[in-house]
T-cell receptor, first 119, second 113 residues
Framework: DAGVIQSPRHEVTEMGQEVTLRCKPI?????LFWYRQTMMRGLELLIY????????DSGMPEDRFSAKMPNASFSTLKIQPSEPRDSAVYFC?????????????????FGEGSRLTVL | GESVGLHLPTLSVQEGDNSIINCAYS??????FIWYKQESGKGPQFIID?????DKRQGQRVTVLLNKTVKHLSLQIAATQPGDSAVYFC????????????FGSGTRLQVQP
């Protein structure tokens, strides 16, 4: 049973270049999250989708960042133009909706991350 | 791969001992808490969660304790094994209606054989 799949696993690019990170959530999960992890700031939520619709993008740092989810099985996070301070590990996560006796939340399943280095 | 800060608190324990990892949260309105484990080069992995109307929940070898009075959360790992070596994060849902987790800075657990 495949988990959340992210690509690329590693990317090194030069400042000013466009970067596109990709994510395939677990089939049947209708929530998708993009997180960023850095040494200084830890894990930060950038944006999340429900049923392919962006619900909250208040964590997106600035207009250089954009995220899309054209269908239930694919999402992209794009940085254009990239800057050295964007260097981080970007995680995608997916989950089922909250439900059940416990169900305020629903477990997040994370991908292995995309490590981005902007020179 | 490096995923957390250079100055991450570290807990070093002997294999077979019990581990207790602590976490303080700031928002008294938080109603859901969760512990994640992150191994080097991997994404965070769910361990256990707890709602604010509970003060204890047990899983396999793990127990989470919640003290709302002092806004403190702990993760207890029984009979710690080398495979438990990782960074552990607590996270809270602290914005009503916003389905998002706020993660703590993490604690590195090192298990000595």
């Amino acid at each position: 049973d495949a988990g959340v799949i992210q690509s690329p696993r590693h990317e090194v690019t030069e400042m000013g270049q466009e970067v596109t990170l990709r994510c395939k959530p677990i089939s049947g999960h209708d929530y998708l999250f993009w997180y960023r992890q850095t040494m200084m700031r830890g894990l930060e939520l950038l944006i999340y989708f429900n049923n392919n619709v962006p619900i909250d993008d208040s964590g997106m740092p600035e207009d250089r960042f954009s995220a899309k989810m054209p269908n239930a099985s694919f999402s992209t996070l794009k940085i254009q133009p990239s800057e050295p301070r964007d260097s981080a590990v970007y995680f995608c996560a997916s989950s089922l909706p909250p439900g059940g006796a416990y169900g305020l939340y629903g477990e997040l399943f994370f991908g292995e991350g995309s490590r981005l280095t902007v020179l | 791969g490096e995923s957390v800060g250079l100055h991450l608190p570290t807990l070093s324990v002997q294999e077979g001992d019990n581990s207790i990892i602590n976490c303080a949260y700031s928002n008294s309105a938080s109603d859901y808490f969760i512990w994640y484990k992150q191994e080097s080069g991997k994404g965070p992995q769910f361990i256990i969660d707890i709602r604010s109307n509970m003060d204890k929940r047990q899983g396999q070898r793990v127990t989470v304790l919640l003290n709302k009075t002092v806004k403190h959360l702990s993760l207890q790992i029984a009979a710690t094994q080398p495979g438990d070596s990782a960074v552990y994060f607590c996270a809270e849902n602290n914005e009503a209606g916003r389905r998002a987790l706020t993660f703590g800075s993490g604690t590195r657990l090192q298990v000595q054989p």
